[in-house]
């Protein structure tokens, strides 16, 4: 079946330009969750979506960040006034539910340069 | 303050060999631990959870260990092949919810003819 997708594969933006990247999980998984990963660093968790609850924000770096998922499904994450800092690859994963021992099945990612 | 680590260092192996790899951790109590395979340019792909009353878990040619009291998890792939080739990552999570896995940087396997 389908695996979670992303979009845009690549994104290059000028500092201080606003990004979204887009994330459709697998179907019927109710739970999603956006990391990034830099250069020589390990993936970091951003945020995380359970089906109608509020949104897991905690690792959102700044309040440059913010990602919505509509009607349970499709995510996007935003970037606003972006800066080169932000640089790094976006992954987007899903799984079935919210609870331990559940894995999570990643995206491609979205690779994201601020120039 | 909490840290995973694991080699940053790329292990290169022949092919046929065992490959084993680390992951430490300190400040944590996880209940389980997870391990995945990431290829250049793709997401990472879950292999293996071991929880934490679990010593041992193997599947195919992959065994995990899972050492509380050391606070290490060992990684072992056997009669490795070049399609073994790839960035292994362990993942726990420190709230035992399941829905914040923090990663290790990952090690680089090079498994060659």
């Known amino acids: 079946g389908a695996g979670v997708s992303q979009s845009p594969s690549n994104k290059v933006t000028e500092k201080g330009k606003d990004v979204e990247l887009r994330c459709d999980p697998i179907s019927g998984h109710t739970a999603l969750y956006w990391y990034r990963q830099s250069l020589g660093q390990g993936l970091e968790f951003l945020i995380y979506f359970q089906g109608n609850s509020a949104p897991d924000k905690s690792g959102l770096p700044s309040d440059r960040f913010s990602a919505e998922r509509t009607g349970g499904s499709v995510s996007t994450l935003t970037i606003q006034r972006t800066q080169q800092e932000d640089s790094a690859v976006y992954l987007c994963a899903s799984s079935q539910q919210v609870q331990a021992y559940n894995e999570q099945f990643f995206g491609p990612g979205t690779r994201l340069t601020v120039l | 303050s909490q840290k995973i680590e694991q080699n940053s260092e790329a292990l290169n192996i022949q092919e046929g060999k065992t490959a084993t790899l680390t992951c430490n951790y300190t400040?944590?109590?996880?209940?389980?631990l997870q391990w995945y395979r990431q290829d250049p340019g793709r997401g990472p792909v879950f292999l293996l959870l071991i929880r934490e009353n679990e010593k041992e878990k193997r599947k195919e040619r992959l065994k995990v260990t899972f050492d509380t009291t050391l606070k290490q998890s060992l990684f072992h792939i056997t009669a490795s092949q070049p399609a073994d080739s790839a960035t292994y990552l362990c993942?726990?999570?420190?709230?035992?919810?399941?829905?914040?896995?923090?990663f290790g940087t990952g090690t680089q396997l090079k498994v060659e003819l």
């Open positions: 400040n944590y109590s996880p209940a389980y």
């Open positions: 993942a726990l999570d420190p709230t035992g919810g399941g829905n914040k896995l923090t």
